[in-house]
């Protein structure tokens, strides 16, 4: 079993920045993908990034590469997400999720536990 715990949410201005952090504990393996999704009041769940933890391989959704970067931080078992140049589209619940395979995937049906997430708004 897995525990994820996402935080960083909050509240900003078209163009701003916000960090993300999800913390990871329990029966984990070196060999997990890290992902972050959202979703956003009447749509779907969403892929946005996510981190082999071993390998360091990553992948990016169209609509956010080259404004959002997922990194990971060994010693404290942690998922980060940078976003810069936020847009009110951006607006959402973002969970964190892991994959019990190094691979990264956009399909949430592959990843195999979940946080419980943390708004993201950004004001026009």
């Known amino acids: 079993q897995v525990q994820l715990v996402e935080s960083g949410g909050g509240l900003v201005q078209a163009g701003g920045s916000l960090r993300l952090s999800c913390a990871a504990s329990?029966?984990?393996?070196?060999?997990?993908?890290m992902g972050w999704f959202r979703q956003a009041p009447g749509k779907e769940r969403e892929f946005v990034t996510a981190i082999s933890w071993s390998l360091g391989i990553t992948s990016y959704a169209d609509s956010v590469k080259g404004r959002f970067t997922i990194s990971k931080n060994n010693h404290k078992n942690t998922i980060d997400l940078q976003m810069n140049s936020l847009k009110p589209e951006d607006t959402a619940i973002y969970y964190c999720?892991?994959?019990?395979?190094?691979?990264?995937?956009?399909?949430?049906?592959?990843?195999?536990?979940w946080g419980q997430g943390t708004q993201v708004t950004v004001s026009s």
């Open positions: 329990g029966r984990t393996f070196d060999s997990y993908t």
């Open positions: 999720a892991a994959r019990r395979f190094p691979i990264p995937t956009m399909n949430d049906g592959g990843y195999d536990y």
